[in-house]
């Protein structure tokens, strides 16, 4: 499976992003999808998660009051956003997609239970 995220970049606090996932090379027919950012000296921390075969979402308690995951109207099952609103410095953070069969994963926030990442995306906000 191959990730490629893109949509970051550098804004001002209170501004908003959209981030996008998009996968290929499925060989499962369902997967979850994660986000998960990392901050220098940090632990990665997942943010929202969804499942390609059906409709479970996932946003971490600490965001989901700010952040919306969501599949793409055309591509449900290969594209995924994140929209991030009002903005804030803190969550300035490499932003990666992860991926894991649906079948094998436990929990959707825990970093080790993916086989498959992206490169990340960089947010910034001042």
């Known amino acids: 499976v191959q990730l490629v995220e893109s949509g970051g970049g550098s804004v001002q606090a209170g501004g908003s992003l959209r981030l996008s996932c998009t996968a290929s090379g499925y060989t499962y027919d369902s997967y979850l999808l994660g986000w998960f950012r990392q901050a220098p000296g940090k632990e990665r921390e997942g943010v929202a998660a969804l499942v390609t075969g059906d409709d479970r979402t996932y946003v971490a308690a600490n965001v989901k009051d700010r952040f919306t995951i969501s599949r793409d109207r055309d591509n449900p099952k290969n594209t995924m956003y994140l929209q991030i609103y009002s903005l804030k410095p803190e969550d300035t953070a490499m932003y990666y997609c992860?991926?894991?069969?649906?079948?094998?994963?436990?929990?959707?926030?825990?970093?080790?239970?993916?086989?498959?990442w992206g490169r990340g995306t960089q947010v910034t906000v001042s």
């Open positions: 992860a991926a894991v069969e649906a079948q094998f994963y436990n929990h959707w926030d825990h970093w080790d239970e993916y086989n498959y």
